[in-house]
């Protein structure tokens, strides 16, 4: 294959996966009524990472500052769409729910903010999507980020997702 033909496969499968997360975002804001309020946006997707954003104004508290049910909020929903995205991008049709968390504020956020998810460095997806098949359901531990200033987290979540094959038919 020519550098260009490799190229051209690489920028075509990177539009797909776009395409991909950007109907993801659409359901959730389509299903989660919460989503919508909060104004969410796809910020950005790597496979390995999921980066999404809410405007401050819909998000906002009593004292100007993001609301911390909205930052807990935001760090799950990316969260569950990392795995989610995993899953459709294999063809499993799978329900996801998040099965346990936990949330660390560590700063106010006086602005427009995103949540950046990924895998926790001890999780894999070749295992979690190795159990799924052997089990029909599987977990997988992910780390959200909430980023703040001067390089240090505003808030962080580090939860568990459970994924459980939907019943055929």
């Not at 977990?139 to 703040?148: A, D, L, N, Q, S």
Request: proline share 4%.
């Amino acid at each position: 294959m020519s550098a260009s033909s490799a190229q051209s496969s690489t920028s075509h499968a990177d539009a797909d996966a776009l395409a991909l997360a950007e109907t993801l975002v659409q359901f959730i804001r389509d299903e989660i009524p919460l989503a919508l309020a909060m104004d969410l946006q796809l910020q950005a997707w790597s496979h390995e990472r999921l980066s999404l954003r809410v405007p401050l104004a819909p998000n906002v508290n009593d004292k100007g500052c993001a609301f911390g049910g909205s930052l807990v909020s935001l760090m799950t929903l990316a969260g569950w769409a990392l795995v989610e995205l995993a899953l459709r991008q294999r063809g499993e049709d799978c329900d996801v729910f998040v099965g346990e968390s936990t949330v660390r504020y560590l700063a106010p956020v006086w602005d427009d903010f995103r949540a950046e998810a990924q895998l926790a460095p001890e999780a894999s997806w070749e295992v979690f999507f190795s159990t799924l098949v052997v089990r029909g359901r599987a977990r997988v531990e992910v780390t959200c980020e909430v980023p703040g200033r001067e390089g240090k987290p505003a808030a962080s979540l580090s939860a568990r997702f459970v994924a459980k094959r939907r019943a055929a038919g």
